[in-house]
Structures are given as structure tokens and as C-alpha cells.
């Protein structure tokens, strides 16, 4: 298959190996470790394949505890913790080699009446996505050329990624900025129409940006790293419906940063300004 969106959902489709256990493939790319995305949508494909379909998850909580290798397959390994009336909640441990790499504790609600409903308004007024250029765009505009393994990575990418602010190059750019970023995304393909492959395709690209905000007020996004970073955790929230193939604005800020780590929050917005989606996640932060 040659459409990113297509690879990512058959990346979804995880092999059943017994009641409780799934087989994840891991692609071999030339990255130090394992998209820590990829881990966290594997495993709550993994957590809501062994659940009742109309119980859809609402909240989640992970930690990345070991890099994983690339292109060697990851196994899931699914706890039954809890089938109450109400709710559901699975624990999956995720192994690579033999060792622990990930571990992900998933809550799953049947939708009832609520006696309280109201949101706080998104943060700004955003310009609309097709308005926007993509990240290649940018990137090319500013070197000219893209980089083989940025050419790469772009065809390989599963999200169309739009930044709301101009890419930042300088440092008089970066001088004073504030630590927040705001991107419209979208998958670059249908995802089809199960409920649970939209919930973990965006739980896949809630890990692609979101530490972006961390190292706004430090350095080029799409610069030379000066900086070794790594997710932590990994928390989310799931308030409304949503398709991850439609575009959704990806708010993000990080109140701090210290003692070589950075927590990041988002909140996820559709096109109506109605709040889907809120993440947090703490990065760990080493100069090269």
C-alpha cells in the first residue's frame, strides 16, 4: 500500500494471538526508537478490541518506559481490570524482546445524559486550514530544497500538519517567544468508519507535535535538535465524537520547563470550535 493513511490503518490492525494478547508490526525506519504514537494507538487498539463496541474510550493514561526498536514487532498484553455497568477498564502492558517498553491504563464509558454541559471558548480565532501552507511548503521556502530524509519522512507521513504560525528560523524569531503552538491536522486519507481506528489514529498524532511547545522559546522546530527529547507520559481525555480524517485544530501551550523536563498540554478542537480532545504530556529534555 502506498497511501500513509492506508499504512496507518493496517498499522491499527494488530494480530490477535490469543484472548487477551495482540501482535503489533513496528516499522523498520531509521529512527532511534519507536514513534512512542504508534505504541500508544497500538495499545489502545488493543485495550478496545477485547470491550463491548458501544463503549467508546474517555480517558487514558501511559508511560513510555523504555525506547522501542524499530521494525521489531511489539506484543500487547491486555488486563481485564474492571466490566462494570457503567464502565469498562483495561490495562495493557506492551513487550518488545522480552522487556517491558510501555504500559497503558484505558477507560471506556457508555454515553448517557449529562445535567451539566458547558465549554470554555478555544483560545483564539484561527485562520482556516486550506489557508495554510504545509510543513514541506514551509520547510522548502526556507532551504530551498527538502532534505532527503525529510522527503522521506513527508511520504511517509500519515498527517497533513499545518501550523497556524509561521515556522520560526532565527533567533531574534525565537527571542521571547511564547512556549505555545497551534496546528490544523488531518489524516491524508479515510480511515474508514470504525469509531475506534479514528480514536487511535488521533491518539497516534496527539505524540507528533505536541512537545513543540516546549522548545518554541529555545529552538527551530524543524531545525538541528540541540536537544535529545523523549515522551514520558501521556494522558487524554475523549469528550466528543470525531473523525480523525477531517481536519481538527491541535492547541497546545507548556506552562514549564525544568530540571530537564517539559510538560505540554492540548486541546483539540473541530472546525465548529467544539473542544474533542484534551492531552497532557511530560517530555524528558537532554542537549545533545
Not at 81 to 98: H, I, L, M, P, Y
Not at 150 to 160: H, K, S, T
Amino acid at each position: 500500500m502506498t497511501n500513509p493513511a492506508e499504512r496507518l490503518v493496517d498499522l491499527l490492525d494488530l494480530e490477535r494471538i490469543e484472548v487477551n494478547i495482540f501482535r503489533g508490526l513496528s516499522p523498520n525506519e531509521s529512527l532511534q526508537r519507536v514513534f512512542g504514537g504508534q505504541v500508544a494507538g497500538q495499545a489502545l487498539v488493543a485495550a478496545g478490541r477485547t470491550t463491548d463496541g458501544d463503549r467508546p474510550v474517555h480517558s487514558l493514561h501511559a508511560y513510555f518506559l523504555r525506547p522501542g526498536r524499530p521494525g521489531v514487532p511489539i506484543v500487547y498484553q491486555v488486563e481485564r481490570v474492571r466490566d462494570g455497568r457503567s464502565f469498562t477498564t483495561r490495562r495493557v502492558t506492551a513487550v518488545q524482546e522480552g522487556r517491558t517498553i510501555f504500559n497503558l491504563t484505558a477507560s471506556f464509558h457508555r454515553p448517557e445524559p449529562g445535567s451539566i454541559e458547558h465549554q470554555l471558548p478555544p483560545r483564539l480565532d484561527f485562520p482556516d486550514p486550506e489557508s495554510l501552507p504545509t510543513v514541506a511548503t514551509e520547510i522548502r521556502e526556507h532551504l530551498g530544497e527538502l532534505p532527503e530524509a525529510l522527503e522521506r519522512m513527508a511520504r511517509r507521513q500519515p498527517f497533513d500538519i499545518r501550523y497556524v504560525d509561521r515556522l520560526r528560523w532565527t533567533a531574534d524569531e525565537i527571542k521571547d517567544a511564547d512556549p505555545r503552538s497551534a496546528v490544523w491536522m488531518r489524516a491524508v486519507g479515510p480511515l474508514g468508519d470504525d469509531p475506534l481506528v479514528h480514536t487511535c489514529a488521533l491518539t497516534y498524532a496527539s505524540d507528533m507535535t505536541l512537545l513543540d511547545a516546549v522548545r518554541i522559546p529555545v529552538e527551530p522546530l524543524w531545525g538541528r535538535r540541540g536537544f535529545d527529547m523523549a515522551s514520558l507520559d501521556h494522558a487524554m481525555w475523549f469528550h466528543r465524537p470525531f473523525r480523525a480524517d477531517e481536519w481538527f485544530l491541535y492547541d497546545q501551550e507548556s506552562p514549564i520547563s525544568t530540571g530537564g523536563r517539559g510538560l505540554a498540554r492540548g486541546r483539540i478542537y473541530d472546525r465548529e470550535g467544539r473542544l474533542l480532545v484534551s492531552v497532557v504530556q511530560e517530555g524528558l529534555f537532554r542537549p545533545v
